[in-house]
């Protein structure tokens, strides 16, 4: 079992930053995946940024140049720079680990921290 907390989400005006910090505990394999997903109310959650154990980015297409997802294994805890902030960014943000138990990955959540930006 993994448990996840996030945090740093907040109020910004479109251009500015903010720095979203993830930990996490429990039951943790080495080999993970660890990202940032956001939702609006009753949508689909969607993909901002995964990084492997291995160091491995991947990028939504909207963030790629703006967003920039890092991990510290010491810690288990993942990090979303987010730069250049629009009004579209508004969203509940979403921890993530995708965690190998030696014969599938299964994912966990944390609780969501909103960013709203405005205009």
């Known amino acids: 079992q993994v448990h996840l907390v996030e945090s740093g989400g907040g109020l910004v005006q479109a251009g500015g930053s903010l720095r979203l910090s993830c930990e996490a505990s429990?039951?943790?394999?080495?080999?993970?995946?660890m990202g940032w997903y956001r939702q609006a109310p009753g949508n689909q959650r969607e993909l901002v940024a995964t990084?492997?154990?291995?160091?491995?980015?991947n990028y939504a297409e909207s963030v790629k140049g703006r967003f920039t997802i890092s991990r510290d294994n010491a810690k288990n805890m993942v990090y979303l720079q987010m730069n250049s902030l629009k009004p579209d960014d508004t969203f509940v943000y979403y921890c993530?680990?995708?965690?190998?138990?030696?014969?599938?990955?299964?994912?966990?959540w944390g609780q969501g921290t909103q960013v709203t930006v405005s205009s």
């Open positions: 429990g039951s943790i394999s080495s080999i993970n995946i």
């Open positions: 990084i492997s154990n291995g160091g491995n980015k």
């Open positions: 993530n680990v995708r965690n190998w138990n030696g014969y599938r990955y299964l994912d966990y």
